[in-house]
């Protein structure tokens, strides 16, 4: 956020933290667990009915029967490379998926721009204060793919055409704040939307003292990862197809537009709706009943990998969750699979990213349990890696910021659909069609293609 919340003097998402963290503390019955990841999401029959999870600290595992669960996690970047999205991992979205719920929109995945060396968060939004992007031979590529709006063109529109002129050989892209209208003017309209005591305000005033001025000479940028604008299906109330199962913050499947963004205000508007609703089914639910064998075995589960890496005998066979991620980077990260995709290149990458799944079961342990953490993220994003990619197989067109290089143009004809995605009996996915209900919009989108 760049304004907004302020809780005694702290600002922006801090804010928000501050404020929850002192309500929790000043109400009783309430138990907060920290560092601990959740593994798993229990059930009772078709029902939601509790978590476990693994502390990041001690590895001990912990298991917590509930009536409702309301999942308020991040989106998945596939740890990428965009401002503050490298510990974006999607965990909600496989928790949910694999406790039965219904994902959706995993073929949209939103970038942004980033200097090269350095991280900063709203490169997209630099342009409509007067920056230009440039390319190699230093010209203003943008006009050709926006005649109107040009370097202010929308963000998807900005991140394809920086691929397609590497692609072309007219790499690389540079942002330029010289321009007369962005170093008298644009320069300080931004500075002044920043909040203060922000990471970017921060950022800013950084730089200035070490003497990197912006305005001297354009910086080399590139497109980054944002996230995966899926991915869980919820009703009007928030709650999932598995009963007692909610979903909150930038976890819950949104229209596919640029970017998600604006998390902290997600996060509010979407847990306090989540929240009411699951405490209202929680009051009237009865109470979940776990076996005990059941209970011990999801237990073990979860501490097997932590297990298994005490008891290993040739350390060099094992592999990090930083190598697997590495190598996940180098198949999906790839501009002819992230940008510039079409049916060869997708088809190749999900060969990849299945033989990466299988090296990863056979080779990736953690070294400790803050390790343990990663693992489990790890496993995750190559699951939502391998959904993304099917999804985006299946989708046949371009449509915001999912683009098919073979499929340029957008089809309502054939694709005003959404592509969901549950988990089958033999824990593959499976891929259903939901047309969109247009006729119980308000505003009606023709079908023409």
């Known amino acids: 956020m760049s304004s907004g919340c302020v809780w005694n003097g702290v600002t922006t998402g801090r804010g928000y933290v501050s404020a929850l963290v002192e309500q929790l503390r000043g109400r009783s019955g309430i138990a907060y667990y920290s560092k601990t990841m959740v593994t798993e999401i229990l059930k009772d029959g078709e029902r939601a009915a509790g978590i476990v999870g693994v502390s990041r600290v001690t590895g001990n595992v912990l298991a917590v029967k509930a009536k409702s669960i309301v999942l308020a996690t991040g989106q998945c970047s596939f740890r990428g490379q965009h401002a503050l999205q490298e510990v974006n991992t999607g965990d909600g979205y496989q928790l949910a998926y694999k406790a039965g719920a219904t994902l959706n929109n995993m073929e949209f995945w939103a970038f942004d721009i980033d200097p090269k060396d350095y991280g900063f968060e709203g490169g997209s939004l630099l342009e409509p204060y007067g920056a230009n992007m440039l390319n190699g031979e230093n010209r203003e590529f943008m006009w050709d793919v926006d005649p109107v709006n040009g370097s202010a063109a929308d963000v998807r529109f900005t991140t394809r055409a920086m691929a397609q002129e590497v692609q072309a050989g007219r790499g690389p892209i540079f942002l330029d704040r010289t321009t007369y209208q962005y170093a008298l003017v644009g320069q300080f309209a931004w500075l002044a939307r920043l909040a203060e005591g922000s990471w970017r305000k921060i950022n800013d005033m950084r730089m200035t003292e070490v003497g990197h001025d912006v305005v001297l000479e354009p910086e080399e940028y590139v ?14 109330d928030l709650m999932t197809n598995v009963p007692g199962l909610y979903a909150a913050s930038v976890a819950v499947s949104s229209d596919p537009g640029k970017t998600k963004g604006i998390e902290s205000l997600r996060a509010a508007w979407s847990g306090r709706k989540a929240g009411a609703n699951a405490a209202a089914y929680a009051a009237s639910a009865a109470a979940p009943v776990l076996d005990d064998a059941y209970l011990a075995e999801r237990i073990a589960a979860a501490a097997a990998p932590l297990r298994a890496a005490d008891e290993v005998v040739d350390p060099d066979a094992v592999q990090t969750p930083n190598e697997i991620t590495r190598k996940l980077h180098e198949i999906i990260m790839d501009y002819r699979v992230s940008l510039l995709p079409n049916e060869g290149t997708l088809t190749t990458a999900l060969r990849e990213v299945r033989e990466l799944k299988d090296e990863a079961a056979a080779t990736m342990l953690p070294a400790d349990p803050h390790e343990a953490a990663k693992y489990y993220e790890t496993l995750n994003i190559l699951d939502n890696a391998e959904l993304h990619l099917m999804a985006s197989l299946e989708r046949k067109e371009t449509r915001v910021c999912h683009y098919r290089e ?44």
């Open 223 to 236: 497109a980054n990862s944002f996230g995966i604008i899926g991915a869980i299906k919820v009703d009007g």
């Open 406 to 449: 073979d499929f340029p143009e957008m089809d309502n004809g054939e694709w005003l659909k959404w592509i969901e995605w549950s988990r089958g009996a033999d824990g593959e996915p499976v891929m259903t069609l939901a047309d969109v209900p247009i006729e119980e919009y308000p505003l009606k989108p023709g079908k023409e293609a």
